[in-house]
C-alpha cells in the first residue's frame, strides 16, 4: 500500500467529520444570527406592525426609532459616556499591563516569582465581591459618581488578565533580538518599544478586545458607582429606557441595536487581530 493510498483514505475519514462540524458551527451561527436579524427588522417597522405581524418584513424603512431613541431616550450621552470610559478603560489596562508583563516576561530577579504570582491572584479575586471596601475608597477619594473613578476600577480588574497573557508572549520571543539590540547599541527602552513590543501587538490587540466587551456591557460597577443621570453608561441607560419606551417596541429595538453595534463592528474589523492574537498564543501559555 503507497503512502499516497494511505493518505487519501485518511482524507475521506475525515471529509465527514468536517462536513459534521460545519454544519454544526452554521446552525450554530443561524442560531445566533435568526433573533438579531429579527431585533434589525423590527427596529426599521412602526410598533403597530410588530404588534399586528412580529416576523414579518417591513413595508418600508423607518428609521425614526433610532431618531427618538438617540434623542428624546438621551442615548447619545449614554453612548459617549461608554465610549469614554470603555476606551479610557481599556487603553490605561493595557499600557500597564504591558509595562508588567514585560519585566516579569523578559527579567528574572529577586521576587520576580512573587510578583507575578500577586497579578495572578486578582483573577482568583471576584471584584463584586470587594464593592463594599471599593465604594468607601473611592469615596474617600473623592471619586464616586465620576467617569475617572470607574475608569481606574475597570483597568484594574482588566490588568491581571492582561499581563497573565502578554507575559507569556513577552517569555517566548528570542533572547537574540535582545542580545543584538545591544550589541547595536540600543537601550531597554528603544529595545522595548521599537523590537519587542510591535511583536507583541496580537496580544495586545486580543487581551484589548477581550477587555472591551465586558466593560461596555457591564450595569453592576457603574450601577453602584454613578448617580447623576448625565454620566450613566448604555447598560443602566437601557433601565431607564425600558421603563419609558416599554410600550413603544420599535424604539426600543432600535435601543438595542445602538447598544450591540460597537460590539459587531468592533468583531468584524478586529477578527484578523483576534486570531492572529490566539493562534500566536497556542502553546505559550
Known amino acids: 500500500m503507497t503512502t499516497q493510498t494511505v493518505g487519501t483514505r485518511r482524507s475521506f475519514g475525515r471529509r465527514p467529520v468536517e462536513v459534521a462540524i460545519r ?8 442560531l445566533v444570527i435568526a433573533p438579531l436579524s429579527l431585533v434589525v427588522l423590527n427596529s426599521l417597522r412602526p410598533t403597530r406592525e410588530i404588534f399586528r405581524d412580529p416576523i414579518a418584513l417591513p413595508k418600508s424603512l423607518n428609521f425614526e426609532s433610532f431618531q427618538v431613541a438617540w434623542t428624546e431616550a438621551n442615548f447619545s450621552a449614554y453612548f459617549l459616556n461608554s465610549l469614554v470610559i470603555t476606551v479610557a478603560s481599556v487603553t490605561l489596562a493595557t499600557a500597564v499591563s504591558v509595562l508588567a ?14 510578583l507575578a504570582v500577586f ?6 479575586l471576584p471584584f463584586r465581591l470587594a464593592i463594599l471596601p471599593l465604594f468607601l475608597l473611592l469615596q474617600s477619594l473623592g471619586l464616586v459618581d465620576t467617569r475617572i473613578g470607574l475608569i481606574l476600577v475597570y483597568a484594574a480588574t482588566g490588568i491581571p488578565f492582561s499581563v497573565f497573557i502578554l507575559s507569556a ?9 535582545t542580545e543584538a539590540a545591544r550589541i547595536d547599541g540600543a537601550g531597554e527602552f528603544t529595545i522595548f518599544g521599537r523590537v519587542m513590543l510591535p511583536l507583541v501587538r496580537p496580544g495586545m490587540a486580543t487581551v484589548a478586545i477581550f477587555q472591551f466587551v465586558p466593560l461596555w456591557n457591564d450595569f453592576f460597577f457603574p450601577l453602584v458607582l454613578l448617580r447623576s443621570s448625565d454620566k450613566l453608561t448604555l447598560p443602566v441607560g437601557m433601565t431607564r429606557f425600558f421603563g419609558e419606551f416599554q410600550t413603544d417596541w420599535s424604539t426600543l429595538f432600535a435601543g438595542i441595536i445602538i447598544t450591540t453595534l460597537p460590539l459587531i463592528v468592533l468583531f468584524l474589523v478586529a477578527t484578523k487581530q483576534i486570531i492572529a492574537g490566539l493562534t500566536a498564543g497556542v502553546g505559550k501559555i
Not at 454544519?23 to 451561527?29: H, T
Not at 508583563?101 to 512573587?114: I, N
Open 23 to 30: 454544519v454544526l458551527l452554521w446552525g450554530y451561527a443561524g
Open 169 to 177: 508572549f513577552f517569555r517566548q520571543l528570542p533572547g537574540e533580538l
Open 119 to 124: 497579578f495572578l491572584s486578582g483573577l482568583l
Open 101 to 114: 508583563a514585560y519585566v516579569l516576561g523578559r527579567y528574572r530577579f529577586r521576587g520576580s516569582g512573587l
